[in-house]
């Protein structure tokens, strides 16, 4: 019912930056609570951060608090992820999702009810 692309992947060096974008279809997107996740080749999927409905509120996962800032633009249907200084150890496909409900801080992934197809950041050292 809802359907999200992410983009904005791309290889950088150490102390780099990147900004992913997810593009949500419908007219619904203010609706659904909105997060960030991201899965590195034989780990399982991990929470990065999410927002609220309005995006007045947020949570980011301890290893990237103070690094990655989740955003969102509800007239864009877009939210983001901003990613500053930039680790190997961030190396994964990101995947953004979307869930019901109001309740901001989920974390888990069976919690999300739609995804988007993913996009790989790489980060060289």
């Known amino acids: 019912q809802v359907q999200l692309v992410e983009s904005g992947g791309g290889l950088v060096q150490a102390g780099g930056s990147l900004r992913l974008s997810c593009a949500a279809s419908?007219?619904?997107?203010?609706?659904?609570?909105m997060g960030w996740f991201r899965q590195a080749p034989g780990k399982e999927r991990e929470f990065v951060a999410s927002?609220?409905?309005?995006?007045?509120?947020?949570y980011h996962a301890d290893s990237v608090k103070g690094r990655f800032t989740i955003s969102r633009d509800n007239a864009k249907n877009t939210v983001y992820l901003q990613m500053n200084s930039l680790k190997p150890e961030d190396t994964a496909v990101y995947y953004c999702?979307?869930?019901?409900?109001?309740?901001?801080?989920?974390?888990?992934?069976?919690?999300?009810?739609?995804w988007g197809q993913g996009t790989q950041v790489t980060v060289s050292s």
């Open positions: 999702a979307a869930k019901g409900g109001s309740f901001y801080n989920s974390q888990k992934p069976s919690e999300y009810l739609y």
């Open positions: 419908g007219r619904t997107f203010s609706s659904y609570v």
């Open positions: 927002i609220s409905l309005s995006g007045t509120s947020t």
